[in-house]
């Protein structure tokens, strides 16, 4: 006897993509119905089963792989108003039109080249980190950042649906060095109130070159400067000699005048 339909899930709670353990209840030529615990029959169409031992082998049989009372995982294709379609290929985590940039996505680091880094995100073709997008700092080659395995985050920068191309970026996510600007210089001032005291900084004084003008008038007046013993005693000779002729010429005159007497 069937389960009351309140103990099942509503097929509107079930959506694609949607992962479930599931029991074999009944094969036929053309597939398998599988019970996960809805209201609506769960079927897996032959197309969609695979050997999860070799996933990439053709199926000769369905009960060469699945068998009623086996648990399968399979996973939601599509959800339609009398039956639910299930596959046992693991769907893509994006389609498509899911992918946009600036999203951020969690992948897999799958092969290395001189350009850059494919990393495996869950869509049809794997991203690429260009070697410029991995670090902020200078990057000579991507295993200076990443290895072949390493899962990490990325941010989608731009998705190509025509050429199938995704770009990524790692170093979207890290933060920017920030450039360490100089401190402004401190006056002496202080504020009201303030008891922090700062050294007062005396700006240097800014002397023009001399022009050439002025360098020959600094040669002259040094040469004045170092000449001024020797002009001076030429200039207390000469007053000497003058006071001398002086008292030659007064006494000469006296003469001539008591000679008249």
């Known amino acids: 006897m069937d389960a009351p339909v309140e103990n099942k899930k509503e097929e509107t709670n079930i959506k694609p993509k ?16 599988i019970d996960i615990n809805s209201s ?26 699945i068998k009623v009372g086996d648990v399968v995982t399979v996973w939601v294709r599509r959800v339609l108003k009398d039956h639910i379609e299930l596959t046992m290929r693991e769907p893509l985590a994006y ?22 880094a494919f990393v ?10 260009h070697v410029s997008e991995l670090s902020h700092n200078y990057v000579r080659t991507p295993n200076e950042v990443v290895k072949v395995g390493d899962e990490l985050d990325v941010k ?8 199938k191309q995704i770009k990524l970026s790692l170093k979207a996510l890290q933060e920017s060095p920030e450039e360490v600007a100089p401190e402004p210089k401190r006056t002496g001032r202080k504020g009201k109130g ?17 022009t050439y003008m002025e360098i ?16 001076t005693s030429r200039v207390k000779k000469s007053k000497s000699y003058d006071r001398e002729a002086d008292d030659i010429f007064e ?7 008591n000679n008249k007497d």
Request: charged share 35%; aromatic share 4%.
């Open 120 to 129: 495996e995100i869950g869509a049809e073709r794997p991203g690429l980190i």
């Open 40 to 65: 609506l029959p769960a079927f897996l169409h032959i197309s969609q089963v695979i050997d999860p031992k070799n996933p990439d082998a053709v199926l000769k049989s369905l009960e060469d792989v």
């Open 18 to 33: 949607d992962k479930f353990e599931g029991k074999v209840l009944k094969t036929s030529l053309q597939g398998a119905l």
């Open 251 to 257: 006494r000469t005159m006296q003469n001539k005048i």
């Open 95 to 116: 389609e498509w039109r899911e992918l946009a940039p600036d999203m951020v996505v969690h992948g897999k680091v799958l092969r290395l080249e001189t350009f850059g």
């Open 216 to 231: 020959a008038m600094r040669k002259a007046m040094d040469k004045a400067e170092q000449r001024l013993p020797e002009i």
């Open 156 to 163: 989608i920068l731009e998705v190509d649906r025509h050429k």
């Open 194 to 210: 303030h008891k922090q005291e700062f050294v007062e900084e005396t700006a240097e004084e800014v002397i023009p070159d001399p």
